[in-house]
Structure formats: C-alpha cells, structure tokens
C-alpha cells in the first residue's frame, strides 16, 4: 500500500458525494456521511496497513460501504476489523447458528443493510427459505410463548429467542438462558452472545448514519 508523500495524520478527506462508489450510483438517497474513496488514502505508514489489514479480511470482495464509513477514523476501523474477523470467522459455532443470530439483530434493529448481507448467507448454511420467514417477523419472538417454527432446529429456535430477547430488553430470562445452557456449551454461549452483542453495535452503526442507503425498506428489499 503506497504511503501518500504529504503526512497529514490529523487530516481526513473532504468528500461531498458518493458517486464514485459504482454499486451505489443507483441509490437516491444518501449516506448521512461522505463515504472515503476507494482505495482510501492513507498518510502514514500505520494507515496504510490499517487499510491493508481490512482488505485482507475482505479479499476476494472489495472494500464495503461500512468500511469506507469506519476509514474516517482508522484506528476505529482497525479495532473494528480486528473484533469482526474474530467474531465471524474465529468461533467454534457453525454458520448457521452464527447467521440467525446476526439476521436476528437486523430484523429487530431494523438494519436492512446487515439483513441483505447476512440472510443469504444464513440460507447458505442450512437455513430453508420458510426458516427465514420466520426469522424476519417483526414481531417478539419469546422461548416457551412463540410457538417453535417446523422450519427451525431446537437450537435454531434458542439463538433466536435469545437474539431477541438480549437486543430488545438487554436482559434475559432466567428461562431463556437455561435453554441456551441445555443446548449449548460454555463457550458456545460465550461465542453466541458475543455475535449478538457485536452485531447490535453493527447495525446501530449502519442505522445511525445509514450505511448502504437501506433505511426506510424491508427485509424483502432487493440484496
């Protein structure tokens, strides 16, 4: 990664549009922020493998619309990188589980940008259509109240509930968390509750400055 000439570290790009960014070019409304360039200029050597490290991590894909949103404040992206690999790629629970939880979040938060990015790949791991239905209502989904989708897997449905309940009230039942006891291991429930939490300060991030221009849609939206 080239290291612009001119060290202005205190310095972030100006940028009154993003119409550089191709894939956005068709969006009518915008994000609440300038999107930095792509690549991002970086101006000092720490920057630059800043930038290096999140391209890394997103190879073979391109840098994403959140990413050129962190990239305002590198140091903020780079511990952001960090936690996100660790957090999607680095766990010992399977795909599946990890993207309900994250989809979970989306519908909750209404954060249609995380929902288009992470229903798929929900789907991806196992996942029926008709799971993910039940997965997008917005209505409370409450372990022993809602009845248990077909579709959904015991531990399916226990992520689910818990998804909802520590992202809507913060506080869980007593019951909730001794399904997820009986269903899951020490560091299962370690691992599950850090991709709730992680995920509710993604999309809070996304909503806020409306990241990816999705606000205002739905679930059904086209990815």
Excluded at 159 to 171: F, G, K, L
Aim: include cysteine.
């Amino acid at each position: 990664m080239k290291v612009s000439s001119v060290l202005r570290p205190c310095l972030r790009p100006r940028l009154g549009n993003s119409s550089y960014i191709p894939h956005l070019q068709h969006q009518t409304r915008k994000m609440r922020l300038p999107y930095i360039p792509d690549p991002p200029p970086t101006y000092t050597p720490e920057e630059a493998e800043i930038v290096e490290r999140i391209q890394t991590r997103r190879r073979p894909r391109p840098l994403q619309p959140l990413d050129l949103t962190l990239l305002h404040s590198p140091p903020v992206a780079d511990g952001w990188n960090s936690f996100l690999g660790a957090v999607r790629t680095k766990t010992s629970i399977p795909q599946d589980l990890r993207e309900i939880a994250i989809s979970r979040v989306a519908v909750v938060n209404r954060a249609w940008y995380e929902w288009a990015h992470h229903a798929p790949l929900a789907e991806q791991g196992g996942v029926s259509k008709e799971g993910m239905n039940a997965i997008k209502t917005e209505q409370p989904l409450v372990l022993g109240e809602t009845q248990k989708p077909a579709e959904l897997t015991e531990k399916q449905w226990a992520v689910v509930c818990y998804t909802d309940e520590m992202t809507r009230n913060v506080q869980v039942r007593d019951e909730t968390f001794a399904k997820m006891r009986e269903v899951f291991s020490v560091q299962e429930v370690v691992e599950v509750t850090a991709t709730i939490a992680c995920y509710n300060c993604v999309s809070r991030f996304l909503v806020a400055l409306d990241v990816g221009e999705r606000n205002g849609t739905g679930p059904d939206a086209a990815h």
